[in-house]
């Protein structure tokens, strides 16, 4: 079973401390995606990936940024955790090219910034 | 710019009852259409899709259909289960590039279902 597999479910970091949540995916994906989930906000989108070290800017950028050395590999970076990055984290891969059958994700990371 | 609108939640219903989720979207082009489904402390899944005018999409007893005169694509079911509580997400992509499209999601509609 393809899958999209993030590091880890829960985890509580302090303020001001660099915080790597990681994303893997084993279906040969060229696109890949990061979302962060609130309540009543939806999915909105914070960086995607077309390509090995490429990366693009999505709706909600500040304060983040990401990694993409390898094409099955696709982290994202908080430099300086906040209290307002609190929230939960999901990873998404795509194929480039058709058929689309859209975004697999993985379960998602829950981060609290004490 | 694309945008995606969803009836606010939470919805209850009892079991065996027929749901309905509404769902608008503002889009260029043709887009194509989807709905997600989150169950509880899992990621999100494809529920459903449909990429172009009239299609029906379905799955697991759920259907939507794209209807470009009204820009809706609201999801149903005719009769639902305590296993369907879960948060869906409707969401579009405009495939103007195919392959390379980000998609664009509602805020999410969560569903409790009651025995």
């Known amino acids: 079973d393809v899958k999209v597999t993030q590091s880890s479910r829960y985890l509580v970091k302090r303020t001001g401390e660099k915080v790597f949540l990681e994303c893997v995916q084993d279906?040969?994906?060229?696109?890949m995606f990061w979302y962060r989930q609130d309540p009543g906000l939806g999915l909105r989108l914070i960086y995607f990936?077309?390509?090995?070290?490429?990366?693009e800017k999505g709706d909600i950028p500040e304060g983040y940024s990401v990694s993409r050395e390898k094409k099955e590999r696709f982290s994202l970076i908080l430099e300086s955790a906040s209290t307002n990055q609190t929230s939960m984290y999901l990873c998404?891969?795509?194929?480039?090219?058709?058929?689309?059958?859209?975004?697999?994700f993985g379960s998602g990371t829950r981060l609290t910034v004490v | 710019g694309n945008s995606v609108t969803q009836m606010e939640g939470p919805v209850t219903l009892s079991e065996e009852a027929f749901l309905t989720i509404n769902c608008t979207y503002t889009?260029?082009?043709?887009?194509?259409l989807f709905w997600y489904v989150q169950y509880p402390g899992e990621g999100l899944q494809l529920l459903l899709k449909?990429?172009?005018?009239?299609d029906k999409g379905s799955n697991k007893g759920f259907e939507a259909t794209y209807r470009k005169e009204t820009t809706s694509f609201h999801l149903e079911k005719g009769s639902v289960q305590v296993s369907d509580s879960a948060v869906y997400f409707c969401?579009?992509?405009?495939?103007?590039?195919?392959?390379?499209?980000?998609?664009?999601f509602g805020t999410g509609t969560r569903l409790t279902i009651i025995p």
């Open positions: 998404a891969s795509s194929l480039a090219t058709g058929p689309w059958y859209g975004y697999t």
């Open positions: 279906m040969d994906h060229e696109n």
């Open positions: 990936s077309y390509d090995v070290k490429m990366k």
């Open positions: 889009a260029t082009g043709y887009p194509s």
């Open positions: 449909a990429t172009k005018a009239d």
């Open positions: 969401a579009l992509t405009p495939i103007s590039n195919f392959g390379n499209e980000k998609l664009t």
